[in-house]
């Protein structure tokens, strides 16, 4: 990896720089020395950017490409890609002899919607110097389809090679992905008899093990992101602060691949998997939260507090409930409505100020201009203590 320092004294055979290496340079090392200010080459507002540099034979130019913001405020220069090019040969940092390493990536969602890749990463800091494109793979299952049609028609044995699904409503084709809880699997034929499909198990480093008749399926659908790379990004400071971020709300990711390329070809594939985590995936779901109330002190009553009317399709994290006040002798019951049918049970036991949050994975979504109410079905009585104050029914969104 490349470093830069600004030198702030000299002698003939020492020099000093204002801050220190961050990886200390040793006899193998080599030094430029180059000028000491930047100049502005070039400027533009698209993807593409023409650089006009002085015609000296061999001499060589550092590149650094700056982003400016609306306030006309530049990305400091060691958070922004660079690269070295020389007169009459081209990019001087293209001179990989073979394919990348396979890359580690990191995976984080960093809102709700937004999910952030970054933090890419090598055994092996060789042949990074043309990178010039990755290849991002998500699979994931849409939860604005919930609940999934398709479950297991037969049991599995952790060595069992083929699969019963039931529910399906077209047939699965070679290379489609299912999952069945944290394992995922890849069909590799047609079906042999009816809805009977050949698979390889324990796909993306998830581990083979045996599932319940009826669990469900989750059909995966792939979705594949381009990422440029300036060639010498991974030798500059910039790479460290890598992040990708892309909107992919309502699902639930279960697993993704990284590839890169140089000119000399592809890396091997990265592959993560992410179910082993609640719910087997990382729900992306769209943010926010729906909130119903009942202020001061509870009564058993139907249509309680306000209620709320959906504004979009809505998938649902999970259901809550508290109170200010805990209920003293006996537990408070709650059951929420959709459009006046039942939708959730929730308790808060006596003596505690939360239920026990329930889960809505694998749930239908709450369809747009749907009706949300809740009824109270038990408080403590007054032979028995107090009944709880201020309710709040929390939906997670």
């Known amino acids: 990896m490349g470093q830069e320092r600004v030198i702030s004294a000299n002698i003939a055979d020492t020099i000093t720089i204002e801050t220190p290496w961050d990886v200390v340079p040793d006899a193998t090392s080599k030094f430029a020395i180059v000028e000491t200010t930047w100049a502005l080459a070039s400027e533009s507002d698209t993807d593409i950017i023409t650089v006009m540099l002085p015609l000296f034979t061999a001499s060589t130019?550092?590149?650094?490409?700056?982003?400016?913001?609306?306030?006309?405020?530049?990305?400091?220069?060691?958070?922004?890609?660079?690269?070295?090019?020389?007169?009459?040969?081209?990019?001087?940092?293209?001179?990989?002899?073979?394919?990348?390493?396979?890359?580690?990536?990191?995976?984080?969602?960093?809102?709700?919607?937004t999910v952030s890749i970054g933090g890419i990463g090598f055994s092996v800091l060789e042949?990074?110097?043309?990178?010039?494109?990755?290849?991002?793979?998500?699979?994931?299952?849409?939860?604005?389809?919930?609940?999934?049609?398709?479950?297991?028609?037969?049991?599995?044995?952790?060595?069992?090679?083929?699969?019963?699904?039931?529910?399906?409503?077209?047939?699965?084709?070679?290379?489609?992905?299912f999952q069945i809880e944290e394992e995922i699997f890849e069909i590799t034929g047609d079906p042999t008899s009816g809805n009977i499909y050949p698979v390889t198990?324990?796909?993306?480093?998830?581990?083979?093990?045996?599932?319940?008749?009826?669990?469900?399926?989750?059909?995966?659908?792939?979705?594949?992101?381009t990422i440029p790379f300036v060639p010498g990004y991974f030798s500059s400071t910039a790479?460290?602060?890598?992040?990708?971020?892309?909107?992919?709300?309502?699902?639930?990711?279960?697993?993704?691949?990284f590839t890169l390329y140089n000119r000399v070809g592809a890396s091997a594939r990265a592959e993560e998997s992410y179910t082993g985590v609640t719910s087997f995936g990382v729900r992306t779901l769209s943010g926010g939260q729906i909130t119903m109330n009942v202020h001061g002190y509870l009564a058993i009553e139907a249509s309680a507090g306000n209620s709320y009317v959906v504004d979009r399709t809505t998938v649902v994290r999970d259901v809550s409930a508290y109170v200010q006040e805990a209920p003293v002798g006996d537990d408070i019951e709650i059951l929420v409505r959709?459009?006046?049918?039942?939708?959730?049970?929730?308790?808060?036991?006596?003596g505690s100020n939360v239920a026990t949050t329930?889960?809505?994975f694998n749930t239908q979504a709450l369809p747009q201009g749907a009706k949300l109410s809740f009824d109270i079905l038990n408080v403590p009585s007054a032979s028995l203590g107090t009944p709880g104050r201020d309710l709040t029914v929390l939906l997670q969104i």
């Open 61 to 113: 130019f550092e590149i650094s490409l700056r982003s400016v913001g609306k306030d006309n405020l530049e990305l400091d220069q060691l958070e922004s890609p660079s690269l070295l090019w020389q007169i009459g040969v081209g990019s001087a940092s293209g001179s990989d002899s073979g394919v990348p390493a396979t890359p580690a990536f990191g995976f984080a969602l960093i809102e709700e919607g």
């Open 127 to 177: 042949n990074l110097s043309s990178v010039y494109v990755g290849q991002l793979g998500i699979l994931f299952w849409d939860e604005l389809g919930a609940p999934t049609p398709v479950s297991l028609g037969a049991a599995l044995s952790p060595s069992d090679a083929t699969v019963t699904l039931g529910g399906l409503s077209a047939s699965l084709v070679e290379g489609d992905l």
């Open 201 to 225: 198990r324990g796909r993306y480093q998830t581990s083979a093990v045996a599932h319940d008749i009826a669990n469900p399926v989750f059909v995966l659908t792939r979705r594949d992101m």
């Open 239 to 257: 790479a460290v602060g890598f992040r990708y971020n892309f909107r992919l709300p309502n699902v639930r990711i279960s697993a993704a691949d």
């Open 338 to 350: 959709v459009n006046g049918n039942p939708y959730c049970d929730l308790v808060i036991p006596a």
């Open 358 to 360: 329930v889960s809505k």
